[in-house]
Antibody, heavy 122, light 107 residues
Framework: EVQLVQSGAEVKKPGESLKISCKGS????????IGWVRQMPGKGLEWLGI????????RYNPSFQGQVTISADKSISTAYLQWSSLKASDTAVYYC???????????????WGQGTLVTVSS | DIQMTQSPSSLSASVGDRVTITCRAS??????LNWYQQKPGKAPKVLIY???SLQSGVPSRFSGGGSGTDFTLTISSLQPEDFATYYC?????????FGQGTKLEIK
């Protein structure tokens, strides 16, 4: 069974750093892109970026590049999302998701983690 | 970036109704369009990919269509479990942007 299990909820102060994780199991982790999606309270879904664990090729959403860092450790089937200096506006639920593909070019997120709530407040 | 615009933003309907949600892309995306369903407090779930391909395990009352810039998600006969928020997403290019969502509520 394919599963993506994310790390637990975090409460941080503005200016602090944070790294959240997403561990895959039940499939060959290295051979699927993993994406990160943000959902601010009461709002819609925002695509942050994706990483290919085999070679750590990363595609960022330009709107978020420099604000977050995506990484992966294929040896432990885990992807990461990190911040060096959190802001209150980073408060959101962050989802990881596996990017599957059909017919080589049609990409979609077929399995999702349970979400990690990040709260940034002084 | 490609902008995705859904309409309506919210919709009230009754069990058994047929409903259609529309998604428009700011430029052509051929048929690189996905639909997701999200229930409160849960992760999204893919329903449709490549505009009209039904994801395994998704009931056949869900269907998708369209190409170019205009797309639809249709639920042929609403069931109680279908009341949720629906998002379209383009997979034509990165960033793979989502629509703003359509909240489907019980009338």
């Amino acid at each position: 069974e394919v599963q993506l299990v994310q790390s637990g909820a975090e409460v941080k102060k503005p200016g602090e750093s944070l790294k959240i994780s997403c561990k895959g199991s039940g499939y060959s982790f290295s051979t699927y892109w993993i994406g990160w999606v943000r959902q601010m309270p009461g709002k819609g879904l925002e695509w942050l970026g994706i990483i290919y664990p085999v070679d750590s090729d990363i595609r960022y959403n330009p709107s978020f590049q420099g604000q977050v860092t995506i990484s992966a450790d294929k040896s432990i089937s885990t992807a990461y999302l990190q911040w060096s200096s959190l802001k209150a506006s980073d408060t959101a639920v962050y989802y990881c998701a596996r990017q599957n593909f059909w017919n080589n070019y049609y990409y979609y997120f077929d399995y999702w983690g349970q979400g990690t709530l990040v709260t940034v407040s002084s | 970036d490609i902008q995705m615009t859904q309409s309506p933003s919210s919709l009230s309907a009754s069990v058994g109704d047929r409903v259609t949600i529309t998604c428009r892309a700011s430029q052509t995306i051929t048929n690189y369009l996905n639909w997701y369903q999200q229930k409160p407090g849960k992760a999204p779930k893919v329903l449709i990919y490549a505009s009209s391909s039904l994801q395994s395990g998704v009931p056949s009352r869900f269907s998708g269509g369209g190409s170019g810039t205009d797309f639809t998600l249709t639920i042929s006969s609403l069931q109680p479990e279908d009341f949720a928020t629906y998002y379209c997403q383009q997979s034509y290019s990165t960033p793979r942007t989502f629509g703003q969502g359509t909240k489907l509520e019980i009338k």
